[in-house]
């Protein structure tokens, strides 16, 4: 009985605590620049997440959570802060975008 139900507990998918702590530390650092940087990087850890469950779903066996989901945020963060946002400052000074 008891052993039955902790195994299929156990098959599910789980994130760690190591997980959200470098997720909360890069929406932290980019809730610290910039909104829109906020939101991309917002973005792009919930496409890695996704990603990272197509791939559990697709190879069947355990896989790390955090490799895509911090690769795609650091790489959309980078780009945003340093890309977008100085093109995008002077348009929203000037009102010509929200």
Excluded: H, N
Excluded at 3 to 16: H, S
Excluded at 17 to 40: K, Q
Excluded at 61 to 86: H, M, N, W
Aim: aromatic letters at 16%; glycine letters at 10%.
């Amino acid at each position: 009985g008891g052993e039955d139900e902790e195994d299929e507990e156990d098959g599910g998918v789980k994130l760690g605590l190591g997980d959200f702590v470098f997720y909360s530390v890069l929406m932290g650092r980019a809730a610290v620049y910039d909104f829109t940087t906020t939101l991309t990087c917002f973005l792009a850890i919930t496409t890695g997440l996704i990603l990272t469950l197509f791939c559990l779903a697709l190879f069947r066996k355990a896989l790390p959570a955090l490799p895509c989901s911090i690769f795609l945020g650091i790489a959309t963060y980078a780009f945003t802060r340093f890309a977008i946002v100085p093109y995008a400052k002077p348009l929203q000074q000037d009102m010509l975008f929200f």
